[in-house]
């Protein structure tokens, strides 16, 4: 069936460092590929998004790069800080018709002070 | 607008019992999503709504469930009877058609003994 998944369940960084999130996903016909954070007792909350024709796209201290050739997306933060720790997820959605979320698995991210 | 609300935050039931879980979405957003959240199986999709028309409901995991969007402005999920292995967080998102950014609401945590 479709997925998509994600490569570490968690991942470990120094307050000030760069993180990078990575996702794999295994339908070629998603039009948009998004992230999502999750801070603990909350609902996710959209990050940025990339469309399928793109390769890279950027937002505040966060970009996120898409290689169609592997099925691979990662999420960059910049100067990670405390605020940054939480779940994060990928997800693929399909707005040809109707949308439709479909989430991986997630990756917790702790920032180390 | 205070964002996608759900109520009850919390629900602890017994075994058995009728569980109906309430969602509001955004005012003006014609897409609404219902996730249950597990550690085990991660963000799942169980229904989408557009227009208050029920479009995929292939995720509900068995009859058991139901969902009902009777106006633009509220949802309900049900489940009867409810079972130990429904214990999950469910949260309810909006979007307008089309659109990348789902917004979620806060979740309601269920526990079913």
């Known amino acids: 069936g479709e997925s998509v998944g994600l490569h570490l369940p968690t991942l470990s960084v120094q307050e000030g460092d760069n993180s990078i999130i990575n996702c794999a996903y295994s339908n070629s016909a998603s039009d948009y590929f998004i992230w999502y954070k999750q801070e603990s007792g909350k609902g996710p909350q959209f990050i940025i998004d990339i469309r399928s024709n793109m390769d890279k796209r950027q937002g505040q201290r966060v970009t996120v790069l898409l290689n169609k050739t592997v099925k691979h997306l990662s999420l960059q933060i910049a100067a990670t800080q405390p605020g940054d720790s939480a779940v994060y997820f990928c997800?693929?959605?399909?707005?040809?018709?109707?949308?439709?979320?479909?989430f991986g698995s997630g990756t917790k991210l702790n920032v180390k002070p | 607008d205070a964002g996608v609300i759900q109520s009850p935050r919390h629900e602890v039931t017994e075994m058995g019992q009728e569980v109906t879980l309430r969602c509001k979405p955004i005012s003006g957003h014609n897409s609404l999503f219902w996730y249950r959240q597990t550690m085990m199986r991660g963000l799942e999709l169980l229904i989408y709504?557009?227009?208050?028309?029920?479009?995929?409901d292939s995720g509900m995991p068995e009859d058991r469930f139901s969902a009902k969007m009777p106006n633009a402005s509220f949802s309900t999920l049900k489940i009867q009877p409810s079972e130990p292995r429904d214990s999950a967080v469910y949260f309810c998102?909006?979007?307008?058609?089309?659109?990348?950014?789902?917004?979620f609401g806060q979740g309601t945590r269920l526990t079913v003994v």
């Open positions: 998102a909006s979007s307008l058609q089309g659109a990348t950014e789902a917004f």
């Open positions: 997800a693929e959605n399909r707005a040809t018709n109707f949308n439709k979320f479909y």
């Open positions: 709504f557009n227009n208050n028309v029920p479009i995929d």
